[in-house]
């Protein structure tokens, strides 16, 4: 910060090109997260409208409570998707801590060191993963494809494809059906961690590099970053987001089942994706992620209130995506200058 | 300037490096002094680009020693290098498209506020000076808000460049700095390079403007297919002498045979 002089104008361009910014503006900077949010509520309306039962505080709580996991885990997929990344064994890694936890119950482990080693066997198993993806440069694809299947095949040998169940008086279960302040559990945690989520993303470095990484990860570790140690460290965060999920889903449903979570990582992947992060990385947000994981999660609930079959919400699902994104590509392009 | 010979900002001294069968660098030395500008050229390929990144810590040589200040330094990572205050601005301009101005300005070494312990970005500070640095360098951005995205070649050019000058370096390598930039840009690019070599910052020079290297630098270090081939005082030399060095022995002597040709027709 020594520069003195002023020499001349570097990069010049005559002034008041930028006007101040309305409200179109600002729709078309965040264009993927308007046009989510535009889905969100078009889809709460017409559930409202068709149903009776959409609209009440009881049903709103049920969804946020059961979209607890989806939630946690996609504010986690969020850093490793800008970071360029991709974490295909999240839906493995919740059975196998949905498992274990049930076994470890099971054999008279106290419920709170049962929590601990859950967290850091994800932590153990995203940190395995991500040494391969960030220090030996295999594709997080299939590094993480691996994973699913290894993981998967862990929880089924532990269990022989039997479902494990929780005595339902131990204290574990208040973690998945406890309400506290007239909220349930689940849902205080999933707030808790997307809390945590949007402040590392926005407001500490962490989140800025992880942003970096996925645009240009060269520049970033020129700027004297860490960055393989960053890469390692969001396969760190999905794999302990995991682990959450498959604690509370197994407290909630009382058992841990190895076939928990078949296809959850591609919801995740999916909410993420609905959201506005690209898949190719430097862009992503919190707030799209939780709007795209709350649309996936009310589709399902409201075609069950609409007695309308539950096999159409992978349809309207799948379909939503794809306009979304298409919209997100056409409505609200030019917002940037192609290059 | 310092003409005293003795003391080197930067000394390196057998720099190889090998990709594969390419020897990209063989037994590089490149000396410099403090508040010295040095150009560097060469054809592509030459190694240039290749020999200012082991400086900056982006790549690590095979074999060879760096001095600087007469200290033997080791660098791992470009987090050492910038430690010891060698900036670069390189020719890809290392920007993080989706990052805004002032987070890529401060990529690395954000002002930070914390809270409980944990880091946070302080957004406030960071913005604030980068406006004062970008008003300080006559660069026109109107919000530092912007995604690098959205600037032209030339602002994300001046915003490198910013970059790597603006946090008090000891060494500067600038590779390519003014190939995205106007006529008045690339004046001001030359005046900021006379600037900061006046307050005794060492400048590397990489450019293929030769007539550049005439208005500031001090020397001209010639290379060819990853050696040094001639080093030249500014005021010794002449733009033909350094394309003939810079093309190398081929051209020399292709042209040198014509003119004996000549000289034998009569």
Known sequence: MNVTSSPGNIGASPPKRAHNSTWKDVAIANGSVVSIALFFIVVCVVFSLITNSFLTTPNLLNIVRQSAPLLIVAAAMTFVITAGGIDLSVGSVLALTATLSAVLLQAGLPWPLVVIAMLALGAAVGALQGFFIAYERIPAFIVTLAGLSVIRGVALLITGGYSIPVEPTSFFVNIGRAWFLGVPVPALLALVVLIIAYLAFNQTPFGRYVTGIGANAEAVRRAGVDTRFMMLFVYILSGMASAVAGIILAARLGSGSSNAGQGFELDVIAAVVLGGTSLFGGRGTIIGTVLGALTVAVIGNGLILAHMSPFLTPIVTGTIILVAIWLNFRLFKGATRSR | ?266
């Open chain 2, 1 to 266: 300037m310092m003409s005293d010979g003795e003391t080197y900002r930067v000394r390196m001294t057998g720099i190889s490096k090998r990709y594969g069968p390419i020897q990209t660098l063989d037994d590089v030395s490149l000396n410099l002094k403090p508040g010295e500008v040095l150009g560097l050229v060469g054809d592509n390929g030459a190694g240039k680009s290749t020999l200012s990144k082991v400086l900056s810590g982006a790549v690590i040589p095979d074999s060879g020693t760096i001095e600087i200040d007469g200290k033997g330094v080791s660098f791992s990572s470009p987090a050492d290098a910038r430690a010891a205050r060698v900036e670069m601005v390189y020719q890809d301009l290392s920007l993080c498209d989706t990052v805004d101005v002032a987070g890529n300005l401060f990529l690395g070494r954000e002002p930070r506020s914390h809270v409980l312990g944990i880091p946070f970005l302080d957004n406030k500070r960071m913005h604030d000076e980068t406006r004062e640095m970008l008003d300080r360098l006559g660069i026109v951005i109107a919000d530092t808000r912007l995604k690098v995205e959205n600037l032209s070649g030339g602002q994300r050019q001046s915003i490198a460049i910013g970059r790597a000058a603006s946090f008090d370096p000891s060494v500067l390598i600038m590779d390519e700095p003014t190939a995205a930039l106007a006529v008045a840009e690339v004046e001001a690019v030359l005046d900021l390079i006379r600037a900061v070599s006046a307050r005794g910052v060492s400048v590397i020079l990489i450019t293929h403007r030769l007539q550049d290297l005439f208005l500031v630098c001090d020397r001209i270090q010639v290379m060819y297919e990853g050696r040094n081939v001639a080093e030249r005082k500014i005021g010794d030399t002449s733009i033909e002498e350094v394309v003939n060095l810079i093309v190398g022995r081929k051209f020399v002597a292709r042209s040198a045979r014509a003119s004996r040709d000549e000289a034998a027709q009569p």
